[in-house]
């Protein structure tokens, strides 16, 4: 999977990163590969179930899909 990420000047000096795509993911670093390796966290983060959501039942199945 390929997610759009947006690095940005912070004012503060800091690197702003930010996924448009996954509303309210944002992060930091204090330099580019500190950014991405943040969002990347935090996106990943972000798209992680509960495990209460992946309880399998009578009438419910879960599957994982490859996007």
């Given at each position: 999977m390929n997610?759009?990420?947006?690095?940005?000047?912070?004012?503060?000096?800091?690197?702003v990163?930010?996924?448009?795509s996954l509303?309210?993911?944002?992060?930091?670093?204090?330099?580019?590969e500190?950014?991405l390796?943040?969002?990347?966290?935090a996106?990943?983060l972000?798209?992680?179930?509960?495990?209460l959501?992946l309880?399998?039942?009578?009438n419910?199945t879960?599957?994982?899909l490859?996007?």
């Open positions: 997610i759009k990420v947006i690095l940005e000047q912070g004012e503060d000096g800091y690197i990163a930010h996924c448009p509303k309210s993911c944002w992060t930091q670093g204090k330099t580019k500190e950014a390796a943040n969002i990347k966290e996106i990943e972000y798209l992680e179930s509960s495990p959501q309880n399998e039942s009578k419910r879960v599957y994982e490859a996007i």
